[in-house]
């Protein structure tokens, strides 16, 4: 599977599932989302986001009381080269309901 190089140049969006498999390393996913974390990091790739997905990952780390786990998550979408959070205006969140 080329998945990198099938998603050509530019920005990537990247939604809340992706930075839970990479964060928790899932055996089965983490070898097709690594690639792109890499080429963030390495200034090669941009992924983007919305401040949704930090709302989404959140919530089972605060749930389960993993205070240290949700810190990662917030410094991974926030403070990570390569990674930028966009804001969702309301219309586009009324379109992202009903998709």
Known sequence: MGL??????????????????????DPQFL?????LFSGADEGKRELVTSALTLLEVLVVPYRAGNRQL??????????????????????????????
């Open 4 to 25: 990198i190089p099938d998603l050509g140049p530019g920005p990537v969006g990247v939604d809340t599932a992706v930075f839970i498999y990479f964060m928790e390393e």
């Open 31 to 35: 070898p097709l989302v690594l690639p």
């Open 70 to 99: 949700a810190e990662r998550y917030e410094q991974l979408l926030t403070r990570s080269r390569g990674i930028r959070m966009v804001e969702l205006t309301r219309d586009q969140r009324r379109f992202q309901a009903c998709a």
